[in-house]
C-alpha cells in the first residue's frame, strides 16, 4: 500500500505542475502572476520541494542507470501496448499523460526502492553514516 500511495504522490506532482487540462499550476500561474505573485511563488516553492524530495530520493536509491533502466521498462511496456492495438498514440493529450504517468512510476519507485528491494530480499536498507 505503501508503494502505491508514494507513486500517487508522484502522479500528483507531476499533474499539478502541468498536464493537458486548463487545472494545472503551469496555466494558473501564467493567469495569475501579475495578481497573485506572493501565492504564485509559495505554490511553486511547495512545488520545488515535492520535486527536490522525490528526485533526491531517487537518485539516491536507483541513481541514473536505474532512472534509465525502469524508464526503458515502462517504453517497453508502453510499446507492447501500441503492437497489440492495445494503445494509439494519435491523442496529444493522452500521449501527454502517459509521459506523466512513466516519470510518475520512476519516482514513485525510486522513492519506495528500499521497500521493495528489502521485500524481494529480505534485507534491511540501512543508511551510509558520513564522519
Known amino acids: 500500500m505503501g508503494i502505491i500511495l508514494r507513486w500517487l504522490g508522484a502522479f500528483l506532482l507531476l499533474s ?28 511553486g516553492l511547495l512545488l ?36 497489440y492495438q492495445i494503445l494509439t498514440l494519435q491523442n496529444p493529450s493522452l500521449n501527454l499523460w502517459l509521459g506523466i504517468f512513466a516519470l510518475s512510476v520512476v519516482l514513485g519507485i525510486g522513492l519506495s526502492w528500499s521497500i521493495i528491494r528489502q521485500r524481494l530480499s529480505g534485507q534491511a536498507t540501512v543508511d551510509e553514516v558520513q564522519e
Open 16 to 43: 499539478a505542475t502541468y498536464n493537458p487540462t486548463q487545472l494545472n499550476f503551469t496555466r494558473w500561474a501564467e493567469a495569475n502572476w501579475q495578481t497573485q505573485m506572493p501565492l504564485t511563488l509559495l505554490l
Open 48 to 83: 520545488g520541494v515535492g520535486y527536490m524530495i522525490y528526485i533526491g530520493a531517487t537518485l539516491r536509491s536507483i541513481g541514473a542507470f536505474g532512472i534509465i533502466l525502469v524508464a526503458a521498462i515502462v517504453a517497453a511496456m508502453v510499446w507492447v501496448l501500441i503492437d
